[in-house]
């Protein structure tokens, strides 16, 4: 359990891993809250419930972590992408492939 939460927290940091928790209550309690309102208390039964807010948990955490995933993924690519030289005046390119040619981006190393 010791090495889960290394590995959690090697990727994510605290205030992150704790608004994750957070979230995951509010979904319960709404979810909890919603049930009580629409059916009458005899209908509710708490394993079906149970398996409800887990099975709303995990939905959520896979969404998340793919989320989270592109996003680390575009800022690793635009840190490497490097500084675009721009012009601030271009000239007007004599056909396409100049246009092209002038607007790719120069990594600097």
């Given at each position: 359990?010791?090495?889960?939460a290394l590995w959690v927290h090697g990727h994510l940091d605290p205030?992150?891993?704790?608004?994750?928790?957070?979230?995951?209550?509010?979904?319960?309690?709404?979810?909890?809250?919603?049930?009580?309102?629409?059916?009458?208390?005899?209908?509710?039964?708490?394993?079906?419930?149970?398996?409800?807010?887990?099975?709303?948990?995990?939905?959520?955490?896979?969404?998340?972590?793919?989320?989270?995933?592109?996003?680390?993924?575009?800022?690793?690519?635009?840190?490497?992408?490097?500084?675009?030289?721009?012009?601030?005046?271009?000239?007007?390119?004599?056909?396409?492939?100049?246009?092209?040619?002038?607007?790719?981006?120069?990594?600097?190393?």
């Amino acid at each position: 359990m010791r090495a889960l939460a290394l590995w959690v927290h090697g990727h994510l940091d605290p205030s992150e891993s704790l608004l994750e928790l957070l979230f995951g209550l509010v979904m319960a309690f709404t979810m909890t809250a919603g049930a009580r309102l629409l059916s009458a208390p005899s209908e509710i039964a708490a394993g079906e419930l149970a398996v409800a807010l887990l099975g709303c948990n995990v939905a959520w955490g896979v969404i998340d972590g793919a989320l989270y995933l592109l996003g680390t993924l575009f800022n690793r690519n635009r840190r490497t992408m490097g500084p675009v030289a721009a012009d601030p005046f271009p000239e007007p390119a004599a056909n396409a492939y100049d246009a092209v040619d002038r607007n790719k981006s120069v990594r600097v190393a």
